[in-house]
């Protein structure tokens, strides 16, 4: 329509309640996957560390599964998990996290000096003291660079599976296409930019407060 404004502010001041709740329901879809990667790609990183000829196999898997258009899996995951639901989107997101995560754990275990193992262990460390103590903490700025990769990739990932019923902010996608009304995908791009800018910017000072001796040179 001609004279149609770009952004109607008035509409976003009137939904304010509607955004916030689908940005609420996005920040689940998209993070709690990121969460449970973590949970799985510390065990996994310290097996494929202790056994190098694990690595490349499994890294190849995730991988793959990485390559895999996320719309085509979710369709193939709906007959399983059922359509509209949190586990369809999720567990796709989780595979995908993990693909970033699993080779960032390694990287990290890897990087510590084999003469500090070898200082730990003349200290009287036992494995789950070292573990703890010495490696883990030098693993945490691969850690936290990795989490940074893949909650960002999952914020934007999530929307695609508003073509399936559950998106959180990838409604306002639809719903603008669909009436061909600008307003609510602007939206949505602005929710979507923020919600990763917040998220970065939260594992940016966690990396500060957990490993502050990487936060120069992690910049």
């Known amino acids: 329509m001609d004279g149609e404004p770009l952004v109607r502010w008035h509409w976003i001041g009137d939904h304010l309640g509607y955004l916030g709740g689908l940005a609420a329901d996005h920040a689940v879809i998209a993070l709690v ?11 996994l990183g310290l097996v494929c560390a202790r056994f190098p000829r694990l690595y490349q ?11 895999l258009p996320s719309l085509a ?4 995951l709906i007959p399983y998990t059922g359509l509209a639901t949190m586990a369809t989107v999720m567990i796709p997101l989780t595979c995908y996290a993990l693909a ?3 080779p960032t754990t390694v990287d990290g275990l890897r990087a510590v000096p084999e003469s500090v193992r070898q200082s730990a262990v003349a200290m009287g460390y036992g494995p789950w003291h070292r573990l ?5 903490p030098a693993a945490v700025p691969f850690l936290i660079a990795g989490l940074r ?3 960002v990739s999952s914020i934007s990932l999530a929307a695609v599976g508003a073509l399936i019923g559950r998106g959180g ?3 306002l ?13 602007l939206a949505g791009i602005a929710l979507v930019a923020l919600l990763a800018l917040a998220t970065d910017l939260l594992l940016v000072l966690a990396r500060r407060v957990l490993a502050p001796w990487a936060s120069g040179a992690a910049r």
């Open 33 to 43: 996957p990121v969460l449970v990667a973590l949970v799985l790609a510390v065990p």
């Open 173 to 185: 996608f639809i719903d603008g296409f669909q009436r061909t009304f600008p307003t609510p995908i």
């Open 169 to 171: 902010l990838g409604y």
């Open 73 to 76: 899996v979710f369709v193939v």
């Open 100 to 102: 970033v995560l699993l």
């Open 132 to 136: 703890a103590t010495v490696e883990l």
């Open 149 to 151: 990769v893949a909650a």
């Open 57 to 67: 196999p499994l890294a190849a898997v995730f991988n793959v599964v990485y390559a």
